[in-house]
């Protein structure tokens, strides 16, 4: 059982309430705008308040019913939080979007602190699987839902200097498959993948350099948070109501780019 409504289009999900992690900026905030234009109530989420309260503000501009709670979802606390406010602002929440996620330790693995790659993995794995267990718990176990986590497209990669980042995006692409076992057929859960996105969090990689990144890639341009958020707004409607365990890359055609002729 899915998300109710057609085809992930405008009205697809009225009726439905959604939470969404790291929604104050980037994919986040473009996951939140889709999922309140399809008709959605959503509640976001950020750790800075200020830019939490700015994010919000847009929503409610553009007619999405949104509220914020803003802090970490490395704090089980802040999750629960998240819940409550959520289904005691809509009524239920029937969809979970774990957008948040962190990129240190940056640098070779043979220098990270331990305890720095254990924040990497509460924050981008433990905290997706508390707030499914919270939504689970609060309405989910009852009345079905929808779940994406958004993972990456090098997670099934290795690379210099992301190996923190990438092991854990690649337990939270298990995690999902796991999940969607487990909570079948009353919950979907998926993830999306994206490639290289137009984001303060990647800036560091296609600053400077995204005329020749972009070149490189079969569609010719790197990709925008609407181009992910497009296709999260999908696996939550009922136009993907036969799909849970995948893994959606949406990359621009990062990994068939060497099939290009030279």
């Known amino acids: 059982m899915g998300v109710d409504g057609a085809d992930g289009a405008d009205g697809a999900l009225v009726g439905r309430a959604a939470l969404v992690t790291g929604a104050s900026r980037g994919i986040g905030l473009a996951v939140a705008e889709e999922l309140g234009a399809a008709g959605a109530g959503v509640c976001v989420t950020a750790r800075d308040a ?18 914020g709670v803003a802090g970490s979802v490395a704090d089980p606390a802040h999750l629960h939080a998240c819940v409550e406010r959520t289904t005691a602002e809509f009524g239920r929440i029937d969809i979970v979007v774990n957008n948040a996620g962190t990129n240190t330790p940056y640098g070779p693995l ?20 508390r707030l499914v267990q919270a939504a689970w718990r609060a309405w989910m176990r009852e009345h079905g839902g929808a779940v994406v986590n958004i993972c990456t497209e090098g997670a099934t990669h290795v690379g210099p200097h992301l190996g923190a980042y990438l092991t854990s995006k690649a337990a939270l692409l298990r995690l999902t498959q796991q999940l969607a076992g487990e909570l079948a057929p009353s919950v979907r859960v998926n993830a999306v993948s994206p490639g290289l996105v137009r984001t303060e969090m990647a800036r560091f990689v296609w600053d400077g350099a995204e005329p020749a990144l972009a070149a490189g890639l079969p569609l010719g341009r790197l990709g925008e948070p609407v181009d992910i958020a497009r296709a999260v707004l999908w696996l939550v409607s009922d136009a993907a109501a036969w799909v849970t365990g995948a893994d959606l890359l949406v990359d621009g055609g990062t990994r068939v780019r060497r099939a290009r002729p030279a």
Do not use: H, I, K, Y
């Open 50 to 67: 200020e830019a939490l309260r700015a994010a919000v503000g847009r929503l409610r501009d553009t007619g999405v019913r949104a509220v």
């Open 110 to 129: 043979m220098e990270a602190d331990p305890q720095d790659w254990s924040a990497a993995f509460a924050v981008n794995v433990e905290a997706p699987l």
